[in-house]
């Protein structure tokens, strides 16, 4: 299904079927590119994404980089018009690998591992990451370059095993791809591991793209209202989006 609205942006929801004939339920906002705004917004109280954008009338955005419960503070680095926030530092020696999105000033998305980006650029950045495609080419796979595994303990699992529900954002010349994926629904949703996730955003027309934070904390808005359906753990819905510490808005310009 796909339904474009009237400032073209488009909305596609789909089921996939993967290799082992599982399937899962995708959500893709594509937004135009020339038209929209990105910007990170970073929670000073963690909050719900769906409810916030709500309240605060910005209809289009979706879950950003990870975050530590206790307390709550985004896992990597954030800055918001160049000026760093607050943050648990990634775990040495893996920072500078790790991939961020850096909106500068003039609204260009660049996506890109930490240390390839200046500090003293202004704009707004927030690690995330891995790398799911660059240069067109799917280039999620088992090198581990940017420390996920190896550095797992910083989160709840290793993130890069099998499949779950997962976002991620994308780019090319002329669009920007918000995508999240359901997953942890025994026999309905199966979720994606990271090549598939790689692949899909290669097969909507991505020629960049990085993971953003998933699991629990999956959650893509789009007109106001939450898309994806949340779960905390296999075949246990969450009552509602859980909270989160930052988000990536996309606002007409």
């Given at each position: 299904?796909?339904?474009?609205?009237?400032?073209?942006?488009?909305?596609?929801?789909?089921?996939?079927?993967?290799?082992?004939?599982?399937?899962?339920?995708?959500?893709?906002?594509?937004?135009?590119?020339?038209?929209?705004r990105?910007?990170?917004?970073?929670?000073?109280?963690?909050?719900?994404?769906?409810?916030?954008?709500?309240?605060?009338?910005?209809?289009e955005?979706?879950?950003?980089?990870f975050?530590l419960?206790?307390?709550?503070?985004?896992?990597?680095?954030?800055?918001?018009?160049?000026?760093?926030?607050?943050?648990?530092?990634?775990?040495?020696?893996?920072?500078?690998?790790?991939?961020?999105?850096?909106?500068?000033?003039?609204?260009?998305?660049?996506?890109?591992?930490?240390?390839?980006?200046?500090?003293?650029?202004?704009?707004?950045?927030?690690?995330?990451?891995?790398?799911?495609?660059?240069?067109?080419?799917?280039?999620?796979?088992?090198?581990?370059?940017?420390?996920?595994?190896?550095?797992?303990?910083?989160?709840?699992?290793?993130?890069?095993?099998?499949?779950?529900?997962?976002?991620?954002?994308?780019?090319?010349?002329?669009?920007?791809?918000?995508v999240?994926?359901?997953?942890?629904?025994?026999?309905?949703?199966?979720?994606?591991?990271?090549?598939?996730?790689?692949?899909?955003?290669?097969?909507?027309?991505?020629?960049?793209?990085?993971?953003?934070?998933?699991?629990?904390?999956?959650?893509?808005?789009?007109?106001?209202?939450?898309?994806?359906?949340?779960?905390?753990?296999?075949?246990?819905?969450?009552?509602?989006?859980?909270?989160?510490v930052?988000a990536?808005?996309f606002?007409?310009?």
């Open positions: 299904m796909s339904h474009e609205t009237a400032d073209g942006r488009r909305y596609e929801l789909s089921r996939i079927r993967l290799a082992d004939r599982s399937e899962t339920t995708i959500y893709a906002v594509v937004h135009p590119r020339r038209a929209t990105v910007q990170v917004k970073c929670f000073e109280e963690a909050r719900r994404l769906d409810e916030w954008c709500a309240a605060n009338r910005r209809p955005a979706i879950v950003a980089g975050f419960r206790d307390p709550w503070r985004p896992l990597g680095e954030v800055r918001i018009g160049g000026r760093l926030l607050p943050h648990e530092p990634i775990a040495a020696p893996f920072g500078p690998a790790r991939s961020c999105v850096f909106v500068a000033p003039d609204g260009a998305v660049t996506l890109a591992p930490r240390g390839e980006i200046a500090d003293a650029l202004p704009g707004d950045l927030v690690q995330a990451g891995p790398r799911l495609v660059a240069g067109g080419r799917a280039v999620a796979g088992g090198d581990d370059r940017e420390g996920f595994s190896r550095g797992a303990a910083q989160f709840d699992s290793d993130i890069t095993a099998e499949r779950h529900p997962r976002c991620a954002l994308g780019v090319n010349e002329d669009e920007l791809f918000a999240c994926c359901d997953g942890r629904r025994t026999g309905v949703d199966a979720g994606l591991d990271l090549a598939e996730l790689a692949r899909l955003m290669v097969a909507l027309g991505a020629t960049d793209a990085i993971n953003l934070d998933g699991g629990g904390s999956a959650t893509l808005v789009h007109r106001g209202h939450l898309l994806n359906r949340p779960y905390s753990s296999v075949d246990q819905p969450g009552p509602e989006s859980r909270q989160v930052t990536l808005l606002d007409p310009v």
